[in-house]
T-cell receptor, first 115, second 112 residues
Framework: EPEVTQTPSHQVTQMGQEVILRCVPI?????FYWYRQILGQKVEFLVS????????KSEIFDDQFSVERPDGSNFTLKIRSTKLEDSAMYFC?????????????FGPGTRLTVT | DAKTTQPTSMDCAEGRAANLPCNHS???????VYWYRQIHSQGPQYIIH???NNETNEMASLIITEDRKSSTLILPHATLRDTAVYYC?????????????FGKGTHLIIQP
């Protein structure tokens, strides 16, 4: 069964450094998402991406964040200058169609630790 | 999107049916009910969705009341691997790439 993959599974970085989290969505999916979950808290939507541009973003997704689909398979989240509060699990998700279904398929996540 | 209310936690014995309720009294006519679950720090997993009729798939059944103000997710024969946080989410139909809004969900614990 096709699945969303994410790399790395765990990333440790120092405050102020740039990090890039990588995702490979399911191959025929058209909509891509990033979410984050701070330890012990709710899963929070960050951004959605369709047709090579951002469709929607939350208040969390400020100028420190950017997303890119550099080729036909990868979808990346960049954090320009990490802060301690960026420590969280980051989940990528993808969805096939814009129809009635909101069945998003999530990857296993990248645990980001900012020290 | 309509607000949902779920119990914070529930227990169920292994092998029994787990019935997880969700209240969505302000749901509107074009909004679907979706269920996802998250097994300990893994990515959320889609379970099932429905609009008006009851739905069943290989994972679960979804029972929606006639007035659509509440629903119940049923795991027919719960196993220890079903221990997870279960999220009930109400979303409108139509296109768009909107993200999902997760609440706190119900922490379902399957007891051996």
């Amino acid at each position: 069964e096709p699945e969303v993959t994410q790399t790395p599974s765990h990333q440790v970085t120092q405050m102020g450094q740039e990090v890039i989290l990588r995702c490979v969505p399911i191959s025929n999916h058209l909509y891509f998402y990033w979410y984050r979950q701070i330890l012990g808290q709710k899963v929070e939507f960050l951004v959605s991406f369709y047709n090579n541009e951002i469709s929607e973003k939350s208040e969390i997704f400020d100028d420190q964040f950017s997303v890119e689909r550099p080729d036909g398979s990868n979808f990346t989240l960049k954090i320009r200058s990490t802060k301690l509060e960026d420590s969280a699990m980051y989940f990528c998700a993808s969805r096939w169609t814009s129809g009635f279904a909101y069945e998003q398929y999530f990857g296993p996540g990248t645990r980001l630790t900012v020290t | 999107d309509a607000k949902t209310t779920q119990p914070t936690s529930m227990d169920c014995a292994e092998g029994r049916a787990a019935n997880l309720p969700c209240n969505h009294s302000t749901i509107s006519g074009n909004e679907y009910v979706y269920w996802y679950r998250q097994i300990h720090s893994q990515g959320p997993q889609y379970i099932i969705h429905g609009l008006k009729n009851n739905e069943t798939n290989e994972m679960a059944s979804l029972i929606i009341t006639e007035d659509r103000k509440s629903s119940t997710l049923i795991l027919p024969h719960a196993t220890l691997r079903d221990t997870a946080v279960y999220y009930c989410i109400v979303r409108s139909t139509g296109g768009g790439a909107d993200g999902l809004t997760f609440g706190k969900g119900t922490h379902l614990i399957i007891q051996p």
